[in-house]
């Protein structure tokens, strides 16, 4: 009878891992492929002024209907404009996508010239892919260097080295402005012994 309740309990345990290993793999998927349009907000702040009592006695005079309401002063509008310079958009929701000077072949092109393989990397013929995300702003630049997948053996070192190395991206655009947008690229590689 001992022998069964460790089975029955080493088969609920493998059950309770595969479906906590299956949720995992779904977040991080859902995760990786979402819009991700960061906001930057602040809590709404409602400014009161002191009206002096001749104008408040002036103003209730004028509304002989008593609908005189108090008006809330909305948000200044150097405080919306901080807001958007500081917001990411995803490049799936923009008007204008930014773009590296020369276009997506110019871009692998560079990526290819400026990748160095070690040895290792060389001895094993690796290849695969790497996922790369970064932020272009405003002036083009990037930053945010960030690799989602790397094959090992130093690749995502070595990526992350390449991508700083990038020149400006022509950045995107929403609304006729320049916008901060975040993008992910894959990145195809192959070491070949020489």
Same mark, same amino acid.
């Given at each position: ?50 009206? *002096? ?10 509304? *002989? ?10 948000? *200044? ?118």
């Amino acid at each position: 009878m001992g022998n069964e309740e460790s089975a029955e309990l080493h088969y609920q345990a493998q059950t309770l891992m595969k479906t906590f290993f299956l949720f995992f793999t779904l977040l991080i998927f859902s995760l990786s492929f979402g819009q991700t349009k960061k906001v930057k907000t602040t809590p709404k702040t409602t400014v009161i002024k002191e009206i *002096p009592l001749e104008e408040r006695i002036n103003t209730i005079k004028s509304d *002989p209907d008593g609908d005189a309401t108090l008006s809330e002063e909305t948000e *200044p509008a150097y405080l919306k404009e901080k807001e958007n310079e500081n917001t990411i958009y995803n490049t799936a929701g923009i008007e204008v996508q930014p773009e590296f000077p020369g276009g997506r072949e110019k871009l692998f092109s560079f990526f290819s010239k400026n990748f160095q393989f070690t040895d290792e990397m060389k001895e094993m013929e690796l290849q695969g892919r790497i996922i790369a995300s970064f932020v272009i702003e405003r002036d083009g630049s990037v930053t945010n260097v960030k690799i989602i997948r790397s094959l090992g053996f130093e690749t995502e070192r070595e990526a992350i080295r390449v991508l700083k190395l990038m020149p400006k991206w022509l950045p995107g655009e929403q609304n006729g402005k320049k916008v901060r947008c975040s993008t992910i690229v894959p990145i195809t590689i192959y070491a070949t012994k020489q």
